[in-house]
């Protein structure tokens, strides 16, 4: 079995063990993660069939086909032209598949509304729940091949950071979008396939924004200046950020910040082994940043789980009771954030191991270039 027919299989056996009768897929990131195929959701009906005993199935337009075939490990395709009733045609499918009448199908949680009252159509007597009751814990443990894209990933992201460092002075004089862009080819050189986000690069007072993407405002000497990237491998994002200087002295509490952090940092990561609840990773952070006098500033939660999607579970968030696992993967990034000054964040990726944890950022967390 290829590690794709392993999660779907996986997912069957959920199924049954939720009393649910079918998991119906469109195309996004539950869909690549059961059969790899990239898509985006368009007009026509283009499902991923998934019951709970038999062979999972495809329903695609014709025009989709052959593409389907060749990108993914399903065997069974069924096509529909577009003279066809989809509707009607998905309703023959769900009576091949045997699928009850009055059955419990997990629909994906980004299924457009059109296509869940098509669903609704042909089953009226069914119950509707979200695929994310079944895939949510299978998809929060990544297997090997999972953890290979992500380091690689990572690995481009850091090769990007190193050569942002590179820069020093030279970066003095350009704009926070110019960075970004800089950023951006330099991940391309490391074998990155685009963004995972928009590229962040918040400069002296813009970085006191978590969510600044970039603008035109010009870097200047001493400015403390956030740069938060990643880029994807195989489809798995990194997700990087490192507060640095790239020329001159910045002040004195700005390097006070810049410790506090890197401290808080150090603690979370120190905290994650398995069994630790994920709220204690936060707390971690939060006890470090709130005794140097700066908790109402640390204004957002620690972490958050890295997949297909660059947020997803487990989310590193105080009180969450959510134990870790072996296999999971998320960020852990305490930032302070002084509005009208400077901000200050350091993130890395880590995968919870057998005993503690692995992580897969490794560039320099200072704030000299």
Request: hydrophobic content about 40%; aromatic content about 6%.
């Given at each position: ?49 998934v019951?709970?005993?038999?062979e ?65 159509e042909?089953?009226?007597d ?20 999972e ?22 002075s ?18 391309a050189?490391?074998?990155g ?111 958050h ?43 890395d ?21």
């Open positions: 079995m290829t590690p794709l027919e392993r999660r779907t299989d996986a997912a069957q056996t959920t199924l049954a063990n939720v009393g649910a009768d079918a998991l119906v897929c469109v195309p996004g990131r539950n869909l690549q993660y059961l059969t790899g195929l990239v898509e985006s959701q368009r007009e026509r009906h283009f499902l991923f069939v019951p709970a005993e038999g999972p199935t495809f329903f695609v337009p014709a025009l989709a086909a052959s593409q389907v075939r060749s990108e993914s490990w399903v065997p069974d395709v069924r096509a529909w032209d577009d003279e066809a009733d989809p509707v009607r045609a998905l309703s023959e499918l769900f009576d091949d598949l045997g699928i009850p009448a009055a059955s419990h199908l997990l629909v994906d949680d980004t299924m457009w509304a059109t296509f869940t009252q098509d669903v609704r042909i089953r009226p069914a119950t509707l729940g979200l695929a994310s009751e079944v895939l949510a814990d299978l998809r929060i443990r990544k297997d090997d091949a953890l290979d894209a992500l380091r690689r990933a990572a690995g481009a992201a850091d090769d990007a950071m190193d050569r942002v460092r590179g820069l020093g030279d970066a003095v004089g350009l704009t926070e979008s110019e960075l970004a862009a800089r950023i951006e080819s330099f991940l050189d490391a074998g396939d685009g963004v995972s986000f928009e590229t962040i690069v918040g400069s002296g007072p813009n970085g006191a924004m978590p969510h600044h993407t970039h603008g035109e405002r010009t870097i200047e000497a001493g400015d403390p200046v956030v740069v938060d990237f990643g880029t994807r491998v195989d489809g798995y994002p990194s997700d990087q950020t490192r507060t640095v200087v790239f020329d001159g002295t910045p002040g004195e509490r700005f390097r006070e910040v810049h410790e506090v952090v890197r401290r808080a940092q150090e603690a979370a990561v120190d905290a994650v082994e398995p069994g630790v609840a994920a709220g204690a990773v936060d707390a971690a952070a939060r006890s470090v940043i709130e005794d140097a006098g700066y908790g109402e500033r640390f204004i957002h939660r620690t972490g789980g890295v997949g297909l999607d660059v947020h997803e579970e487990p989310y590193i968030v105080a009180d969450s009771t959510r134990e870790l696992e072996p296999g999971m993967v998320f960020s852990v990034e305490p930032g302070v954030y002084l509005d009208g000054a400077f901000g200050v964040r350091i993130e990726l880590v995968v919870v191991t057998d005993d503690g944890c692995e992580r897969l950022n490794t560039t320099d967390r200072g704030w000299r270039c």
